[in-house]
């Protein structure tokens, strides 16, 4: 895909599987010559991925047959993790919680992002400086994310009910109210993650040449028109790229909610994945690893679904391009 | 300033303070002890010279009923009953307070001194979560050889067979030196796993200005003047008139783990958990709505904060430190928290005793010790256990923690405990109200279990379910649990 | 490769506008809306680790004080006092040293190699085994996490530091940022070296790698800030004892538990936590940027 767009080597929106995807074969004895430097040159990672990545992926759906506790030895179980898993109602709410927190963080952060692009886009005194500063928090670990959420967001002490109130409104019980939890959840994960969708739109307008926007003008568009028919329909790539990105990042947000809210009150911002580590890990679940794994082979599944429509979609791009 | 515990304990009921656990328990206890069989208040003494001769490492304690030096260091080395041990052993414990970390961080020390050759490794990890930490090492085998466990979890690691049996190293003299009730808890099958290290229960902590603010003159100085749930609610009620809407009367420790502490108000109200038997539920009960009714009107009544819930990462003592609430129910284990100069509470505050109904309750803390069966050096692990139970060990440590014995000899000895005596004797005083049946449905093997399916529906209750479903709910989750 | 070469651009492109007089004072009124739209973001973004920042340095009181304190009211160090004399925190920033630097060093050593092979040494089946590395890259730890804790057992691994470091290196990302820069480089460079008689390595080592300080850079960043920033594993592989923690896992458990009401101490080592990484951000924001617009990995 075009990572060098508009004459800069910035690289727009290039996600797994864009682009020079796959090479083209070379012959004979050359490939051969370089068949045993080539595996020299891979073993260690392959060793390391075969071992921590792969192996475990093949284990985790033999542990999903197993009825595995956190003490006691392994039996087989059949396919019961999975019949109860679907019989499970906080199974459904948790997988319902993380559909509507990627719902609420995907479209709204990459809006803003872009929003926020558009405006740094261009000349602006200090754009460095903002740029830098809205990056910022995405260097920031989930952990420190998370506990300075929970700070602001304490409902009794909380800076941001503590604003409220200087304008006379009671804030809302950010802790004990489900809804509200996940808002802030949302709103928390939204500050940190901004600052990615920007970036990647920033990039994607550098290759929105102005020669196309100067013949919109002359044709008469207005400003809105003019992203709305020629700038937005150009981001397509950085807009898909992000998506993706978005998709996998909000189904698999683990740290912030941790640190944050622990997945309470009740279930409320407990998402599949915190629900996994519940059941398998958590002293307050429980302690069941094989149904813990059963929900990690879902987990797998769902992820796997989002890089196959990612693959698919790149790979008719590349074909109409 | 010392408390001599026999002055306040004598005076309650029957065999009262952790005698009174005694007291109860003996009936069921198979142990050939009888020394403090109910409504005896005089068994003490004797129980005192007893154990110091048969105590676990005969240390010197005869003399620990008068008064020991605030230092309470031990007037000698405790020698090595056994044959000497030595390596090196890991121990892993919470540290619930910097008075808990003290008293352990010492114990190592006088045991590293009095068995040359010997380490002790200390490793600290946070309460919530160590059971957790504590299974993934079983798994993996590196569990540490001896661990803490609270009498409420106790029953999940002795029912897998993963403790070790303590029976060789504790002969029947021994054993009989703990408080009856407690020693029966740290047994499965009648074989004890561990040692009980110390007790600790709830009690009431307030603010005094706040209660003056709001026209609370009188407080229960003793446990027969304990408010009733009526007075409770009187008092819960003029602080809420006078508290702004951000700040609550009070909170509860029935954070997360701590579920079980509900129970105290079901015993209040009368009721029981388990059938006498243990072996079956006993819910629906009048007691059960009654209680639960009661508890949930804390949240309608806005008496509690809405985050004080079970599953939340504010415990009691939180809302209390940062002032949200003028009131909280503690275990006196966090007593050195909040009397701590720079951390602690700001303010000047006391302590009373927990409400009652039909009769007064309180919950069974505190915890056990115990070792791994499959622990590379089960002798030294066994010297190690009976090191931190000998007398002058366990009391410098409950000196430290502000927490209560469980030997008998201690039981009525002057402790010196390092900050609030006034607290600790509230609840020493209100031990007394942890009854046979309280340790027995306690202790059970599946209380793990039970005390998780008491957090779910609890959670559930304060946010909205009925009483009866709420109840129904935890009826079938521990009928589940006990057939397990 | 920079974003920062892009403000030409910008600047072309702002000033190649109409810009008639006509219109000038519409512009400029636009011009002035759009900075302060962006101040007021900026400030906005900014406001939560600023706030980070007065909590770590306020006493108790002031932050249970009722109304709005924007500035601490009386200073203090208490609050990093404290959290050092009741836990380890020495030993956790030692840990997530270790940890980090030993994870960042064999991640990127494989990865580049990897990269190597998979853009300039042809073999059999390398774009399958692409396709299926790939695959892999978005693979959440919680997916596998009770395998990788049954396999750190079975490697005898459990407990100790290597069961992080380990499966954190099993990483996948790196191979694709290094096979695209390696692939920008020219083949005639590469064969020149051959015909000289360099072999693979030699090549690599010799030729290629001098070339790839900037990939470098990027491997290492993004490998450093996902390491220090790890939770999840971490969490379970860990936990065992206070003192093979890592910051992030001694703030979440320790710090929040215990403290949970003492935001100033959790916000003070939180604050000490996250200022490493700010500083490697602040110093080397274009290989940030650069590495996560590419992977989208965080």
Redesign the interface.
Same mark, same amino acid.
């Given at each position: 895909m075009a990572t060098t767009r508009g004459g800069s080597t910035v690289p727009v929106a290039d996600g797994a599987g864009a682009g020079t995807l796959l090479l083209p074969r070379e012959g004979g004895v050359r490939r051969r010559r370089g068949s045993m430097a080539a595996w020299t040159f891979l073993v260690p990672n392959l060793v390391l991925v075969v071992v921590f990545l792969l192996l475990p992926l093949v284990l985790a759906i033999v542990i999903s047959f197993q009825k595995r506790q956190? !003490? /006691?030895t392994p039996e087989f179980l059949g396919i019961n993790n999975y019949l109860d898993l679907f019989r499970d109602g906080v199974f459904w709410r948790t997988l319902w919680n993380t559909v509507l927190f990627t719902i609420c963080t995907v479209p709204v952060g990459m809006a803003l992002g872009l929003g926020i692009a558009a405006l740094l886009n261009g000349v602006l005194p200090g754009r460095t400086l903002y740029r830098s500063i809205i990056f910022l928090p995405l260097v920031i670990s989930g952990v420190a994310t998370g506990v300075l959420g !929970?700070w602001m967001f304490d409902?009794?002490?909380g800076f941001v009910n503590n604003l409220l109130a200087v304008f006379g409104i009671?804030g809302p019980?950010w802790?004990?109210?489900?809804g509200w939890a996940m808002f802030s959840v949302i709103l928390v994960t939204l500050w940190q993650r901004v600052g990615f969708d920007m970036l990647i739109y920033l990039a994607g307008l550098q290759g929105v040449g102005s020669d196309v926007l100067e013949a919109a003008s002359i044709d008469g568009a207005s400003g809105w028109q003019k992203f709305r028919r020629v700038t937005f329909p150009l981001l397509g790539p950085s807009t898909f790229f992000l998506l993706i990105m978005n998709l996998i990042y909000s189904f698999q947000i683990f740290d912030t909610v941790f640190a944050m809210t622990?997945? /309470?009150?009740?279930y409320s911002t407990t998402m599949l994945v915190t629900y996994a580590y519940r059941s398998g890990?958590?002293?307050?679940?429980?302690?069941q690893l094989g149904y813990a794994a059963t929900i990690g082979v879902i987990i797998y599944l769902i992820t796997l679904a989002i890089t196959v429509i990612q693959w698919r979609v790149n790979k008719t791009r590349d074909q109409l391009g | 300033m010392e408390i001599n515990r026999r002055k306040f304990v004598t005076g309650s009921l029957g065999a009262a303070a952790m005698l009174g656990l005694s007291g109860c328990s003996s009936v069921h206890s198979n142990s050939s002890d009888s020394t403090s069989a109910g409504g005896s208040t005089t068994a003490p003494v004797t129980a005192a010279s007893t154990s110091s001769s048969a105590g676990p490492v005969g240390s010197s304690s005869a003399g620990s009923a008068s008064a020991l030096p605030a230092t309470a260091a031990p007037s000698t080395p405790p020698p090595s009953s056994s044959a000497p041990v030595k390596g090196a052993l890991s121990f892993?414990f919470w540290g619930g307070s910097?008075g808990e970390l003290k008293g352990f961080t010492y114990v190592k020390q006088k045991f590293e001194a009095a068995n040359p050759g010997t380490t002790i490794n200390l490793?600290?990890?946070?309460?919530? *979560?160590?059971?957790? *930490?504590i299974?993934? *090492?079983?798994?993996? *085998?590196?569990?540490?050889d001896v661990f803490r466990v609270d009498y409420t979890s106790i029953g999940?690691?002795s029912g897998?067979g993963?403790l070790l049996d303590v029976s060789p190293y504790f002969d029947a003299a021994a054993a009989a030196a703990f408080l009856p009730a407690l020693w029966e808890g740290i047994k499965f099958n009648g074989v004890p796993y561990g040692v009980p290290h110390q007790t600790d229960t709830t009690c009431i902590v307030y603010d005094k200005a706040a209660f003056a603010t709001a026209g609370i003159t009188s407080v229960p100085s003793s446990l027969a003047d304990a408010w009733t749930w009526d007075e409770f609610s009187q008092v819960a009620t003029k602080l809420r008139a006078t508290l702004p809407?951000? %700040?609550f009367p009070f909170a509860y420790d029935w954070t997360?783990?701590g579920a079980f502490r509900w129970l105290s108000w079901l015993y209040q109200a009368g009721g029981t958990l388990l059938t006498p038997d243990l072996k079956k539920v006993a819910l629906p009960s009048d007691a059960a709505t009654l209680a639960m009714d009661y508890t949930k009107s804390f949240f309608t009544n806005k008496w509690t904060?809405?985050?004080a #819930?079970i599953? #939340?990462?504010?415990?009691s003592d939180?809302?209390f430190?940062?002032?949200?609430v003028p009131m909280s129910f503690v275990g006196d284990f966090l007593v050195p928290e909040l009397a701590d100069p720079?951390?602690g509470y %700001?303010g000047d505050w006391g302590a009373t005793f927990l409400p009652k109904n039909r009769g007064a309750a309180a919950d069974l803390g505190g915890n056990a010790i115990v070792a791994l069966k499959n622990t590379k050096n089960p002798d030294l692990a066994a010297a190690f256990l009976k090191f931190l139970v000998s007398e002058d060990m366990m009391k410098y440590f409950c000196e430290q923690a502000i927490e209560l014995p469980t030997l008998k000899s201690l039981a009525s000895a002057n402790l010196n405990y390092v900050s609030r005596p006034d607290v600790v004797k509230i609840c020493a005083e209100q031990a007394s109200t942890i009854s046979d049946t309280i340790v027995r449905e306690s202790t059970v093997g599946s209380f793990a279990t039970i005390n #998780?399916v008491l957090?779910d529906q609890l959670?559930?209750a304060f946010?909205g379910k009925s009483s009866a479903d709420a109840i129904a709910g935890i009826a079938s989750g521990v009928s589940a649990a006990l057939g397990a | 490769m920079s974003v920062t070469a892009l403000t030409a651009q910008d600047a072309a492109a702002g000033s190649s506008g109409r810009a008639k007089a006509l219109r000038r004072s519409k512009r400029g009124r636009l011009f002035t809306l759009r900075v302060v739209l962006a101040i007021v973001i900026t400030l906005i973004m900014f406001f939560p680790i600023y706030w980070m920042l007065v909590t770590a340095f306020s006493t108790? @009181?002031d932050l249970?004080a009722?109304g709005l304190h924007l500035v601490p009211q009386h200073f203090t160090l208490?609050n990093f006092a404290?959290p050092f004399a009741?836990f380890p925190v020495w030993q956790w920033f030692k840990n997530s040293a270790i940890i980090t630097l030993l994870t960042t060093v064999i991640t990127v050593v494989v990865n580049l190699l990897a990269g190597y092979a998979f853009a300039k040494v042809p073999f059999r089946g390398r774009n399958a085994l692409f396709l299926i590395l790939l695959s892999t890259m978005m693979i959440p730890v919680q997916a596998i996490m009770v395998p990788q804790?049954t396999l750190?057992?079975g490697l005898g691994l459990?407990?100790n530091i290597w069961s992080v470091i380990l499966p954190e290196s099993a990483a996948v990302f790196g191979i694709f940022l290094a096979r695209q820069f390696f692939l920008a480089i020219p083949d005639e460079l590469i064969e020149a070296a051959r015909v000289d008689g360099a072999g693979q390595f030699k090549t690599f080592f010799a030729i290629v790698l001098p070339l790839c300080k900037p990939l470098v850079a990027v491997l290492v960043l993004l490998s450093f800030m996902n390491e220090w920033n790890a939770l999840s594993w971490p969490l379970?592989a860990l936990?065992?004892? @206070?003192?093979l923690f890592t910051l992030p896992l001694g703030i979440v458990?320790?710090l929040?538990?215990?403290y949970?009401?003492?935001y100033g101490a959790i916000m003070a080592i939180t604050l000490l936590a996250i200022t490493p990484m700010v500083v490697l951000f602040l110093s080397f924001q274009r290989y940030f940027v650069q590495g996560l617009a590419r992977t989208g990995i965080k």
């Open positions: 956190s !003490l /006691g !929970l409902q009794y002490n009671v019980d802790q004990s109210s489900g622990a997945g /309470g009150p009740d890990f958590d002293e307050h679940g429980s302690g | 892993a910097d490793k600290v990890v946070p309460y919530d *979560g160590f059971f957790a *930490g299974d993934r *090492g079983i798994q993996a *085998g590196n569990a540490p999940k690691y897998k993963v809407a951000k %700040k997360q783990a904060p809405a985050s #819930t599953k #939340t990462s504010q415990y939180n809302f430190l940062s002032q949200i720079k951390a %700001k #998780t957090q959670e559930l946010h | 108790r @009181e249970y009722p208490d404290t009741r804790f750190s057992i459990f407990g379970i936990f065992s004892n @206070e003192a458990t320790d929040k538990s215990q949970t009401s003492d």
